[in-house]
Every structure is written in structure tokens, then in C-alpha cells.
């Protein structure tokens, strides 16, 4: 396949140029910049004007329940539409959202515990070719304390306790296939105020650190949802790779992600997107609650995580929506090639996969997405969507079926 007189942002941090693209058996195999040069194919699609990047990543959702961000009403009435499903039903809602989301350039996306392991046996199903779709890495279930987050609603973490616990749920998750470990070190938002708060500490750090251990001993990153700043560093203390969300972080805790090229994944378009809900349907005192205690937090560790130069990969978590994270992450003070960095390159960082997706090089896997607008002149243009290629393969239901 040849894409030829494209505008190519290859995501490594170069200005936009002028280049055909050579796909050969799913790998970008030859960027020609002489675009006045013929290459012969059987397959040759005319970019002129459009713009070519890579594929977008995002970093953090929960597969089976994506839907829940596009549905009206509260999420505390939402939930049930997955919590109390089948785990047939969960599959197709797996199946249609990782389509949603592949239509919009999303080609890999990193699931971060869904119910009744719906994401493994989704990646199973796209892997065997039973249906195709975009690249999963998935953490399996997820590792909690008795009652803690994800046991008590969507049900998508093992309960455990004690360090000695710990390491063998984490090493059970590996046995079933876990491309990486996902810890739950305090409570979340959604059962503000009555049942969790962001500050509520629930795995110790010994706990975390006999989770790190064991998942490094099998070449295992390990992540963590982490809101307040107890669970933060207890979470950093125990040696963990990543933090999810971090809505309070301070000098030390920025300090020691740097130190230890610990990543960030803020899901800021999940908090925004909680308190939409709630206003919508008159919980404004909720709504007021989140913003004060959460939400204006949250924007300034973001801000600060820029400055100190970590690592920040771009998702949306279960209520927001990957685009949106985006334009946030653009408020924050990111410019746009760093903004597009977070769902590419610094993503494909995250998934332990920078050496196969994230830029537009050769060599690299060709999960291409294709614009007919530039989004380092509007990040808003990332919705031009031309086309999308996964592994070197033009995206259409078709394909998605796997019915050719």
C-alpha cells in the first residue's frame, strides 16, 4: 500500500513534512520525501492535503463499559447496565465500544480492569481473528483490599489482604495472562460522599510493595489508582511504574516520579465528565463537591507533572472521552505536539510498545490515522477522520467482521 503526497506529523517531535508512505505486510517499510518519485502498487491512495500521524492510544479505559460516558443521566445509574449484565452482553458491549472508539483513530488501547474479564477474552477474540479490532493490553482484574474500589460496584478487581495475599493475586493474574498489574490503593469518586473519598487509603504500602515485587520478578509493569496523596505515596513508595489519575500531587511526590521515570495518567476528562452527569440530572451539591475537592486539584498537579518533565499519557478512563483529555491536557500548558505525544509516542511508552507503535518511522507498525485537517493548528481537528489503518490494514466493517 502506498499513501502518497501526505502532510506527515510522524509524532517524534519534527514539523510536519511532505512524504509518500510504503506499507509492506503491516510495517511502514520506506518514507519517500521526493514525492514527485512513482512507486509501483496494486494499492495507492492520494493524500494530497490531508494529514497523516499515527495511530492514537489510550491509556486508560475500562473496555465493557465505554458506553456508559456517552449514555444521559447519573453514573450511579448507569453502572448497573454492565454490573448486571451477562457476561455475554458484556462482550458485545466490549466488542462495540473498542469499534467506537477505532473508528475515531483510537488503534490500541490499554484496559484497566473490566467485569468478568470481558477486555481478555476480547483481545483473545481479536487476536484469533474472530472478529478484528484495535491493539488491547490488559491488566486482567484488578487488586483490592476486602470492599475496596472496584468490588462494590463494577465488580472488576480481586479482594485480598496482606502483603502475602497480595503476591499471589498478582501472580494468579499473570498466570491468566495479564500484560500488566493494576493495583487499587484508595477509594474513587463515585461513591463521594457516602461510601469513598479520593484520600481513603486501602492497599498499605507493604501490600504494594509485595505487588511490585512479585509482578517485577515476572517482568511486569505495575500501575495504580491513586487520587489523594496518602495512597499517592504509598503507592510511590512501594515502587510502582504508574499513577493513575493523581489528582493530588505534591513536591515529593512529583520529585520521586522523576526520580524514578514513575508515568502519569490523569484521566482529568472522567472528573469533568462526573460532574456533567450530576449537574445534568440536578446533583449540583455533588457536582459542587467534586469540583472544590477534586477537579481544581487535579488541574494543577497535571500543570505541575508538565513542568517537572514527566511522563504523561493520555485516556479516558470510564466517563470521559480520550479527545477531550486531549484538549485539557492543551489548557494544562502542553503545547500540541506534546499533547499529541500523550496519545502516541509517551502512550506507547506506557504500553511497553515504543518500539512497534507511537511514531510514524520505519520499521514501526503501520496503525496510521488519517485527517483531512491539521491538528497541530486545532487539536478539534483530530474528528477529520479520513481513514483509519490498523496493522498496515484499511479499518471498515468489513474488516471489523472480518467477513472478507
Same mark, same amino acid.
Given at each position: 500500500?502506498?499513501?502518497?503526497?501526505?502532510?506527515?506529523?510522524?509524532?517524534?517531535?519534527?514539523?510536519? !513534512?511532505?512524504?509518500?508512505?510504503?506499507?509492506?505486510?503491516?510495517?511502514?517499510?520506506?518514507?519517500?520525501?521526493?514525492?514527485?518519485?512513482?512507486?509501483?502498487? &496494486?494499492?495507492?491512495?492520494d493524500?494530497?492535503?490531508?494529514?497523516?500521524?499515527?495511530? /492514537?492510544?489510550?491509556?486508560?479505559?475500562?473496555?465493557?463499559?465505554?458506553?456508559?460516558?456517552?449514555?444521559?443521566?447519573? =453514573?450511579?445509574?448507569?453502572?448497573?447496565?454492565?454490573?448486571?449484565?451477562?457476561?455475554?452482553?458484556?462482550?458485545?458491549?466490549? %466488542?462495540?465500544?473498542?469499534? !467506537?472508539?477505532?473508528?475515531?483513530?483510537?488503534?490500541?488501547?490499554?484496559?484497566?480492569?473490566?467485569?468478568?474479564?470481558?477486555?481478555?477474552e476480547?483481545?483473545?477474540? =481479536?487476536?484469533?481473528?474472530?472478529?478484528?479490532?484495535?491493539?488491547?493490553?490488559?491488566?486482567?482484574?484488578?487488586?483490592?483490599?476486602?470492599?475496596?474500589?472496584?468490588?462494590?460496584?463494577? $465488580?472488576?478487581?480481586?479482594?485480598?489482604?496482606?502483603?502475602?495475599?497480595?503476591?499471589?493475586?498478582?501472580?494468579?493474574?499473570?498466570?491468566?495472562? +495479564?500484560?500488566?498489574?493494576?493495583?487499587?490503593?484508595?477509594?474513587?469518586i463515585?461513591?463521594?460522599?457516602?461510601?469513598?473519598?479520593?484520600?481513603?487509603v486501602?492497599?498499605?504500602?507493604?501490600?504494594?510493595? +509485595?505487588?511490585?515485587?512479585? +509482578?517485577?520478578? @515476572?517482568?511486569?509493569?505495575?500501575?495504580?489508582?491513586?487520587?489523594?496523596?496518602?495512597?499517592v505515596?504509598?503507592? /510511590?513508595?512501594?515502587?510502582?511504574?504508574?499513577?493513575?489519575?493523581?489528582?493530588?500531587?505534591?513536591?515529593?511526590?512529583?520529585?520521586?516520579?522523576?526520580?524514578?521515570?514513575v508515568?502519569?495518567?490523569?484521566?482529568?476528562?472522567t472528573?469533568?465528565? =462526573?460532574?456533567?452527569?450530576?449537574?445534568?440530572?440536578?446533583?449540583?451539591?455533588?457536582?459542587?463537591?467534586?469540583?472544590?475537592?477534586?477537579?481544581i486539584?487535579? =488541574?494543577?498537579?497535571?500543570?505541575?507533572? @508538565?513542568? $517537572?518533565?514527566?511522563?504523561?499519557? %493520555?485516556?479516558? &478512563?470510564?466517563?470521559?472521552?480520550?479527545?477531550?483529555?486531549?484538549?485539557?491536557?492543551?489548557?494544562?500548558?502542553?503545547?500540541?505536539?506534546?499533547?499529541?505525544?500523550?496519545?502516541?509516542i509517551?502512550?506507547?511508552?506506557?504500553?511497553?510498545?515504543?518500539?512497534?507503535?507511537?511514531? /510514524?518511522?520505519?520499521? $514501526?507498525? +503501520? &496503525?496510521?490515522?488519517?485527517?483531512?485537517?491539521?491538528?497541530?493548528?486545532? *487539536?478539534?481537528?483530530?474528528?477529520?477522520?479520513?481513514?483509519?489503518?490498523?496493522?498496515?490494514?484499511?479499518?471498515?466493517?468489513?474488516?471489523?467482521l472480518? *467477513?472478507?
Open positions: 500500500m502506498i499513501i502518497k503526497n501526505c502532510n506527515i506529523i510522524d509524532c517524534t517531535g519534527r514539523a510536519p !513534512y511532505k512524504a509518500t508512505v510504503k506499507v509492506t505486510n503491516g510495517l511502514i517499510t520506506d518514507i519517500i520525501t521526493d514525492c514527485a518519485n512513482t512507486i509501483d502498487d &496494486d494499492t495507492v491512495i493524500a494530497r492535503d490531508k494529514y497523516l500521524m499515527p495511530g /492514537l492510544i489510550n491509556s486508560h479505559v475500562h473496555i465493557n463499559r465505554r458506553h456508559v460516558s456517552r449514555a444521559n443521566g447519573a =453514573f450511579r445509574n448507569l453502572g448497573p447496565t454492565v454490573e448486571n449484565s451477562t457476561d455475554g452482553r458484556r462482550m458485545m458491549y466490549a %466488542a462495540k465500544n473498542a469499534w !467506537y472508539e477505532l473508528n475515531q483513530g483510537i488503534t490500541s488501547m490499554r484496559d484497566l480492569c473490566s467485569v468478568g474479564r470481558s477486555a481478555s476480547l483481545k483473545a477474540a =481479536f487476536e484469533d481473528g474472530i472478529i478484528r479490532g484495535p491493539r488491547l493490553v490488559v491488566c486482567g482484574k484488578a487488586i483490592a483490599c476486602t470492599g475496596g474500589h472496584e468490588t462494590h460496584m463494577y $465488580k472488576g478487581a480481586v479482594e485480598v489482604d496482606g502483603p502475602d495475599a497480595v503476591m499471589q493475586a498478582v501472580r494468579n493474574e499473570i498466570r491468566l495472562g +495479564a500484560d500488566f498489574i493494576k493495583l487499587m490503593a484508595c477509594g474513587g463515585e461513591g463521594m460522599p457516602e461510601h469513598e473519598n479520593p484520600d481513603m486501602e492497599l498499605t504500602e507493604e501490600e504494594i510493595r +509485595a505487588a511490585c515485587t512479585a +509482578a517485577h520478578d @515476572h517482568n511486569k509493569k505495575v500501575t495504580v489508582h491513586a487520587y489523594g496523596i496518602k495512597p505515596m504509598n503507592s /510511590l513508595r512501594g515502587g510502582v511504574d504508574g499513577i493513575e489519575h493523581g489528582v493530588n500531587l505534591n513536591d515529593e511526590a512529583l520529585d520521586i516520579m522523576c526520580e524514578h521515570s508515568y502519569y495518567v490523569p484521566t482529568m476528562t472528573v469533568t465528565g =462526573f460532574i456533567d452527569k450530576e449537574r445534568s440530572v440536578g446533583h449540583d451539591e455533588l457536582a459542587d463537591l467534586i469540583t472544590k475537592e477534586v477537579m486539584k487535579h =488541574f494543577e498537579s497535571v500543570s505541575r507533572a @508538565h513542568e $517537572k518533565g514527566i511522563l504523561i499519557a %493520555a485516556g479516558s &478512563d470510564t466517563l470521559g472521552e480520550l479527545h477531550k483529555e486531549m484538549y485539557l491536557l492543551e489548557e494544562m500548558g502542553l503545547n500540541r505536539m506534546e499533547v499529541l505525544q500523550t496519545a502516541t509517551n502512550a506507547a511508552k506506557v504500553l511497553q510498545m515504543d518500539n512497534k507503535i507511537g511514531t /510514524l518511522e520505519v520499521g $514501526k507498525e +503501520a &496503525d496510521l490515522l488519517l485527517l483531512g485537517s491539521n491538528p497541530l493548528d486545532n *487539536l478539534h481537528n483530530l474528528n477529520d477522520v479520513k481513514e483509519v489503518y490498523c496493522r498496515g490494514e484499511h479499518v471498515t466493517y468489513e474488516w471489523m472480518n *467477513l472478507q
